[in-house]
């Protein structure tokens, strides 16, 4: 007893190294849904308010871009207001009697939240988003993440009460249903940790046969994201013999270099949709 | 200015020029990385103890891992890098050089030969358990050989041109 007692302590660096490594190997062995666990929320929040300093310089220098950015998504909103459009006119055909609006109650599934962004990456092969709206606002896990033109972003994988952390599309374990807009055939959208313009498309059949060009947008088979919303078009094919399926190149539709805003979408019918879902997490 | 202050001023120094700026890089490659945090520890006082080398090693990947969201990866390199310094500079300076409380490793210290020695050797330790520990969990032998080689390369370029601009010879004397 006494000898081990003596070799700890001579070789107490040796000992004090060993155990920070395994501590270390511990917690980047376990994946992304045990994170809190290790950082627990003060981390989030030391970061977040960080991040959110930060963020309020670099924001100032691009008001401008900003500001165009919300000038033409009004516009494009204001296209789509009721009283732009109008009915038929009905006293010219005699005998119209079909109804143009549907009549059926309708109950709302999707909700939007808009959140700033304080803290982006997209240098490393992980890469986050965070946001200033935590829990306290209305944030919940699982919510998804659209940036102001429509395309997807990510989703959201950390709550605190004033902070979220999004796992953005460039992130190697992220992985979205989408399909082809021309002929709805689905898979899905990953990241290969290369290009952080372009995103990769999997499992697509090879009766498929896309050309570059195609738009893919998401799919509905998504608890999270609403269907048909933009993710990017096809640049290239790869064609790969030894499998049944394509892989496809997709230049991504988000810009993730200066997101400032982004919507979240909150699913309000998700565990329902996840209770019936037979594969768990088609999507994260 | 007294050697403690000096070192957190740097702790903090090296972790904001890391986050703020090298991090939010666009990148030219999937496999250049450019780092520079580290170089924290390569300027730690010859005399610190070989344990807290590893502790502060520890403390400081840990610090950057709360903001890059990568939990104990670049606390295990730098935790290992802090491990073995001490081994480098015996290899490369005479026993009483290298308990020497006040000075600490730079060109005017060492030298170019050792210093180069020095720097690059940790820099390759670092990269090279950092990316393996990043390809135990994705990527292929491609992506470890070469984002190893060429983030090494890129560090050392912005280790020398610190060295460069800082001239931490003037600021001993």
């Keep these: 007893m006494k ?7 001579q070789n107490f660096t040796f000992f004090s190294f060993l155990i920070l490594q395994i501590l270390s190997l511990v917690m980047l062995s376990s994946n992304s849904k045990t994170h809190e666990t290790f950082f627990g929320g003060w981390s989030n929040q030391v970061s977040g308010n960080i991040n959110q300093y930060y963020s309020s310089w670099t924001y100032f220098f691009s008001l401008k871009a900003t500001n165009e950015k919300l000038a033409a998504e009004n516009v494009a909103l204001r296209n789509q207001l009721a009283q732009n459009f109008v009915g038929f006119d009905t006293t010219k055909k005699l ?56 395309s997807i972003v990510g989703v959201v994988v950390e709550v605190n009460e004033n902070y979220s952390t999004i796992m953005s599309l460039l992130h190697r374990n992220s992985k979205v249903s989408a399909m082809f807009k021309r002929d709805k055939i689905a898979g899905s959208i990953e990241w290969d940790g290369a290009d952080p313009n372009i995103l990769v498309l999997k499992n697509i059949s090879k009766s498929a046969a896309p050309k570059v060009g195609d738009t893919v947008i998401t799919s509905p088979y998504s608890s999270n994201f609403p269907a048909q919303l933009m993710v990017g078009r096809v640049t290239s094919v790869i064609q790969d013999p030894s499998s049944n399926f394509l892989t496809l190149n997709v230049k991504a539709g988000t810009n993730f270099f200066n997101l400032e805003y982004v919507y979240l979408v909150e699913n309000r019918r998700m565990e329902d949709q996840n209770k019936v879902n037979i594969k768990e997490a088609v999507n994260e | 200015m007294n050697n403690l202050l000096k070192n957190t001023a740097r702790f903090v120094l090296f972790l904001l020029v890391q986050i703020v700026i090298l991090n939010e890089v666009p990148p030219i490659h999937q496999f250049i990385t450019p780092y520079i945090y580290f170089l924290f520890l390569l300027w730690l006082p010859f005399g610190t103890s070989r344990i807290s080398t590893t502790l502060l090693g520890f403390i400081f990947g840990y610090s950057l891992d709360i903001f890059t969201k990568t ?78 080689f060429f983030t090494s390369i890129i560090s050392l370029l912005l280790i020398f041109s610190v060295e460069l601009i800082m001239n ?6």
């Design chain 2, 168 to 173: 931490r010879r003037k600021l001993k004397r």
């Design chain 2, 71 to 148: 939990p104990g990866l670049h606390a295990a390199a730098c935790g290992l890098m802090g491990y073995l310094r001490p081994i480098i500079l015996n290899l490369l300076l005479s026993q009483e050089a290298s308990e020497e409380v006040s000075k600490e490793p730079s060109i005017a210290t060492m030298g170019w030969g050792p210093y180069a020695f020095y720097a690059f050797s940790l820099t390759f330790i670092h990269h090279f358990y950092l990316v393996l520990l990043e390809w135990l969990q994705f990527g292929n032998f491609g992506y470890f050989i070469g984002k190893v």
């Design chain 1, 3 to 9: 000898n081990i007692i003596g070799f700890i302590r």
């Design chain 1, 95 to 150: 005998g119209t009697l079909i109804l143009r609006k549907d009549s059926l109650e309708k109950i709302r599934k999707f909700y939007y939240y808009p959140a700033k962004v304080v803290g982006n990456t997209f240098t490393l092969q992980k890469n986050y988003i965070v946001i200033e709206r935590g829990s306290k606002q209305g944030i919940k896990k699982d919510m998804a993440a659209i940036s102001p033109d429509g």
